[in-house]
C-alpha cells in the first residue's frame, strides 16, 4: 500500500468484506445502507453506463466480472460516437504510473496493478478469436497485439530535471522499475535518441497500446463474459451498446437503478451537470507520422516510445504518434483536426520531438486527430479523478441513483481499471464508501 492510501480516511485501500460474498449486491437508491445489504431479496440490476471510452467501459467489465453467480445484471452503454469516440480512442497509449519527474502517482502501484490485469483480460480476449473459440470475424479485422512492450525512455533535459528525476527514480515502484541509464546504454536501447545531459530514465515495463483495439477488445471481454453467463444458466446477464447521444439525463429511456455518467470532458455538458462539476478542458492535438514505404529505414523493433516535451509513442515499425498539444479551455470537442490547426500543431511538436530524436525529420505527417482531456483540479495529491455518487446534484428519478467517473486528466490508461472496478462495486453495493475519501471530497467543495 502506498502513503497515500495509508491516510486515505475511512477508506483503508483494502476491499470491503461483502464484496467478497456471494448474495444480494443491489441497494435501491436513496434507501441503501451496507448494512442492509444482506437483508434484501435479489432484484435485478440495471444499470446505463454513459460513455464507451476507458472509463465506461472498465465500470462495464467489472460490473459484469464482479456479479455474483445467480444475480440478474442488465447494462446499457450510450455512447454518441460508439466505442473510443471521446480522447480514448485517440489517446497517445502510452502507460506507466509516474508524473513527469518520474515520481509515482497516488495510488500508482493499485493502478498500475490493475491496468495491467485488465490490458491481458482484453489480450485474452483477442487471443480466444485468434484461436477460434470464440469465432473470428471480429479478429481478421484486428490487430493480434493490442500491447507493445518496449517500454518507455525519458532523456533528462536540463541540469535541475537530472536531479530531479534521479531523486524520483531511486524510490521508483517495484512492479514498475525506473532505470537510469547513461548515453550509451540509452543509445544502446535507440540509436540516435540525444541524451543532452548525459542521462536518461528507462522504465523497461511501462507500455505502449493501441487503445481504439483495446477499447473494442474490453467490449469483446465484456460479451464473453455474458456468453459464459449464459451458457452456465447462473444467473442473467444482458449487455447493450446503443450508439446514441445522451443529451440530458432525463432523455433516458427506461428505468434504471443506476446511471453512470463515463462522459469524460463532455460529463459538464449535460444541463443537469453543467457548472457543477470542477473540471477544465484541455484539447491535444496528436500528428500521425510514417516512414515512407520505399525506405528500409524501420523504427528498431526493440526500441521504447520516448518521452520529453513532446512524446513518441511507437505503433509499428513505420508508425508512431506525436504528441500532444495543450489547448486550456477549448470547447471543440471534434476529433477532426482542420488543416490549420495541424500545421500549428506540428510546427510547435516537430521541434520539440527533434531536440531528442531528430531522426523525426525522415518521418511525414500522415495526418491528426484530436481529443480533449477532462482535466481536474490539482491537489496536494495530484489531479485527481473525480468519482461519486451523485444524486444531489442531478435531482433525477427518485428510484435510480446517479454516479460519476470523470475527471481522469492526462492519466486515463493508469487510472482506468483500478477506479472502474472500486465505481462498480460502489455502484453494486449502493455505498460510495468503497471509494477512497479522496476521490469524492471534490463534491464537498463544490457545496
Ligand atoms: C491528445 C491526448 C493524448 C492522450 N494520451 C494519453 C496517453 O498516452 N496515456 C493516457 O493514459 N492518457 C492519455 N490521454 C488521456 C486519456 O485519453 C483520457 O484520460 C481518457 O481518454 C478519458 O477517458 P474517459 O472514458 O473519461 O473519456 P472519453 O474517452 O472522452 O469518453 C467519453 C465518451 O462519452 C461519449 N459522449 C460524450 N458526450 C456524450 C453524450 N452526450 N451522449 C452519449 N455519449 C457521449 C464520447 O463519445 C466518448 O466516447 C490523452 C488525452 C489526449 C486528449
Not at 540509452?186 to 528507462?202: I, T
Not at 443529451?247 to 460529463?267: F, N, R, T
Not at 481529443?371 to 481536474?376: D, E, L, S, T
Request: charged content about 20%; aromatic content about 6%; hydrophobic content about 40%.
Amino acid at each position: 500500500m502506498t502513503a497515500a492510501t495509508a491516510t486515505a480516511g475511512s477508506w483503508s485501500g483494502a476491499m470491503p468484506p461483502t464484496l467478497l460474498l456471494p448474495g444480494p449486491r443491489f441497494l435501491p437508491a436513496r434507501r441503501a445502507t451496507s448494512a442492509a445489504a444482506s437483508s434484501l431479496p435479489q432484484r435485478p440490476l440495471r444499470c446505463a453506463v454513459l460513455g464507451a471510452g476507458f472509463a465506461g467501459l472498465s465500470v462495464v467489465y467489472h460490473l459484469l466480472k464482479e456479479s455474483p453467480a445467480g444475480s440478474h445484471l442488465s447494462v446499457d452503454i450510450y455512447d454518441k460516437g460508439g466505442v473510443g469516440a471521446g480522447a480514448s480512442g485517440i489517446s497517445g497509449g502510452l502507460v506507466h504510473p509516474y508524473s513527469p519527474k518520474v515520481k509515482p502517482l497516488w495510488l500508482g502501484e493499485e493502478c498500475w496493478e490493475e491496468c495491467l490485469k485488465l490490458l491481458g483480460v482484453a489480450q485474452t480476449a483477442i487471443d480466444a478469436r485468434k484461436s477460434g473459440a470464440s469465432g473470428s470475424v471480429w479478429y481478421t479485422n484486428c490487430r493480434e497485439r493490442i500491447i507493445r512492450r518496449r517500454g518507455i525512455i525519458r532523456p533528462a533535459v536540463d541540469v535541475k530535471n537530472l536531479d530531479i528525476l534521479s531523486n524520483n527514480a531511486s524510490n521508483c515502484l517495484p512492479s514498475c522499475v525506473v532505470e537510469r541509464v547513461d548515453r550509451d546504454a540509452a543509445q544502446n536501447l535507440l540509436p540516435n535518441l540525444v541524451v543532452p545531459y548525459g542521462s536518461a530514465f528507462y522504465m523497461p515495463d511501462a507500455l505502449s497500446i493501441w487503445p481504439l483495439q483495446y477499447l473494442q477488445a474490453i467490449l469483446l471481454a465484456c460479451k464473453d463474459l455474458v456468453e459464459e453467463n449464459r451458457a452456465s444458466s447462473i444467473g442473467a446477464m444482458d449487455l447493450n451498446l446503443n450508439r446514441k447521444s445522451v443529451d440530458c439525463l432525463h432523455d433516458i429511456e427506461g428505468e434504471y437503478d443506476a446511471v453512470i455518467i463515463c462522459l469524460g470532458a463532455e460529463s459538464d455538458l449535460l444541463p443537469e451537470l453543467s457548472g457543477k462539476l470542477p473540471l477544465r478542458t484541455c484539447r491535444g492535438v496528436i500528428a500521425h507520422m510514417q516512414l515512407p514505404t520505399n525506405t528500409r529505414e524501420c523504427y528498431p523493433d526493440q526500441s521504447p516510445s520516448i518521452l520529453s516535451d513532446a512524446w513518441l509513442a511507437v505503433q509499428g515499425p513505420k508508425d508512431l504518434c506525436m504528441g500532444s498539444t495543450w489547448e486550456w479551455r477549448s470547447r471543440n470537442y471534434s476529433a477532426e483536426v482542420s488543416e490549420e490547426e495541424s500545421s500549428r500543431a506540428l510546427q510547435e511538436l516537430l521541434p520539440k520531438a527533434s531536440v531528442i530524436y531528430p531522426k523525426i525529420k525522415d518521418w511525414t505527417f500522415e495526418g491528426a486527430r484530436a481529443g480533449v482531456r477532462a482535466m481536474p483540479p490539482n491537489t496536494t495529491l495530484g489531479s485527481l479523478p473525480l468519482l461519486g455518487c451523485i444524486d444531489d446534484l442531478v435531482q433525477g428519478k427518485p428510484s435510480c441513483r446517479y454516479w460519476l467517473f470523470a475527471g481522469l486528466g492526462a492519466r486515463g490508461l493508469l487510472f482506468h481499471a483500478f477506479l472502474g472496478k472500486l465505481m462498480a462495486q460502489a455502484v453494486r453495493l449502493g455505498c460510495e464508501n468503497v471509494l477512497p475519501p479522496e476521490l469524492t471530497s471534490w463534491k464537498r467543495k463544490q457545496r
